[in-house]
């Protein structure tokens, strides 16, 4: 082990708040243990004073751990992060939900900044999400993209971790009920209208009973419904900051990628013709588009020869993405994923197909571990 010592992360420390690593006496036994409590000012300096040390390895954050991880690492710490972000968001009306969604947001940010095109890969490929929990991935997708487009788009650090923030809560109030609509296929009932409609106010009440204090966060999840032309709820509204008018671009783009029970996803190119038909000569839409592409890593295409392939990576140009066919020309299932250079013109894509005309079902980490190939 190698140590320092603790007054020169004091920045890391502070009075009344659970310690983030273990505090070591001079001698290197244990003092003090991750998660106790220092109750006063003159406790904290006395332990600056008297040399206590800690381990270098604890002071190593969630996002070093990602940045310095293998990238075959990689998937399976999507998975993880993936599932704590939504058993926080699940888990909203518990004390601490503040504190706990700074902790799980975080590494995720780390993950879409280490490698975009898996960030995307999360995106389109929603394999063993289940529609019950469609308000939850839904969030979590929108709040991926809408940190990749706040990226585009030049946005300072800051704007672009709120951003984030912004969509992963922008539905919390109707979590549940995102997902009993997602397998309903009756009409969606005066009762169920009436939440959907008030659910940005009800959200942003829980944000702040969970002493979310922002107010550009949480306006911003007020008003993450509101159209330009005032179509939007709450009604009467116009004019909206950039944070609500990204996160209700990137909400409608992720919600047309997703399948419900009673509808395919859409595939990604027609949700990219669709988002600019809906918004044309719009700066944001059009960073969106760009930043997934016509063919984003994660969606299926046939290519000239006949085969089926999965995109992995963006490529040198909007139409020559990197992709692994997992076919033969005959439709017969190859036993490995054979990567093709899409510029080639026998490899050509002839156009994006939709999950349920791929007969391969591959596990999404094996999926995703292509793209590092």
């Avoid at 008003?223 to 990137?250: F, I, K, M, N, T």
């Avoid at 156009?351 to 999926?367: N, T």
């Amino acid at each position: 082990m190698q140590f320092s010592q603790l007054a020169t992360v004091k920045h890391r420390v502070a009075v009344g708040q659970p310690l983030p690593f273990n505090v070591r006496n001079a001698d290197h036994t244990l003092l003090l243990a991750r998660g106790q409590v220092v109750d006063t000012f003159d406790q904290m300096e006395a332990l600056f004073t008297r040399g206590a040390l800690v381990d270098i390895a604890e002071l190593r954050s969630p996002r070093d751990h990602i940045k310095d991880a293998p990238p075959e690492m990689l998937p399976k710490l999507w998975g993880q992060c993936m599932e704590r972000v939504g058993e926080t968001l699940q888990n909203s009306a518990q004390e601490g939900f503040g504190k706990a969604l700074e902790d799980v947001t975080g590494p995720v940010q780390a993950l879409i900044e280490r490698d975009s095109d898996l960030a995307i890969f999360q995106v389109l490929r929603q394999d063993g999400n289940g529609f019950t929990q469609y308000g939850v991935t839904h969030s979590i997708h929108t709040a991926i993209t809408s940190f990749l487009v706040a990226q585009r788009l030049g946005w300072d650090e800051a704007s672009v971790q709120k951003v984030f923030k912004v969509a992963l809560t922008m539905n919390l109030s109707m979590l549940e009920l995102q997902g009993q609509l997602a397998v309903q296929t009756t009409p969606v009932t005066p009762e169920q209208r009436a939440l959907i409609h008030s659910h940005p106010q009800r959200s942003v009440e829980m944000l702040r009973l969970s002493g979310i204090e922002d107010s550009d966060w949480l306006d911003a999840v007020a008003h993450h419904h509101v159209a330009p032309d005032g179509s939007g709820y709450p009604a009467g509204q116009h004019e909206v900051s950039d944070l609500a008018a990204l996160v209700r671009r990137a909400d409608i783009y992720t919600a047309k990628l997703s399948p419900r029970s009673g509808r395919d996803a859409m595939a990604a190119d027609r949700a990219g013709r669709a988002m600019f038909m809906y918004d044309p000569g719009n700066s944001m839409t059009a960073a969106l588009v760009k930043e997934f592409g016509v063919y984003p890593p994660g969606c299926f295409v046939k290519l000239v020869s006949g085969e089926t392939a999965v995109v992995v990576k963006r490529g040198p140009s909007v139409i020559t993405p990197f992709v692994a066919a997992l076919t033969t020309p005959t439709g017969a299932t190859l036993t490995e994923p054979v990567p093709r250079d899409t510029s080639k013109r026998e490899n050509a894509i002839s156009g994006v197909i939709g999950e349920k005309s791929v007969s391969v079902k591959l596990a999404p980490e094996k999926l995703m571990k292509l793209a590092l190939a």
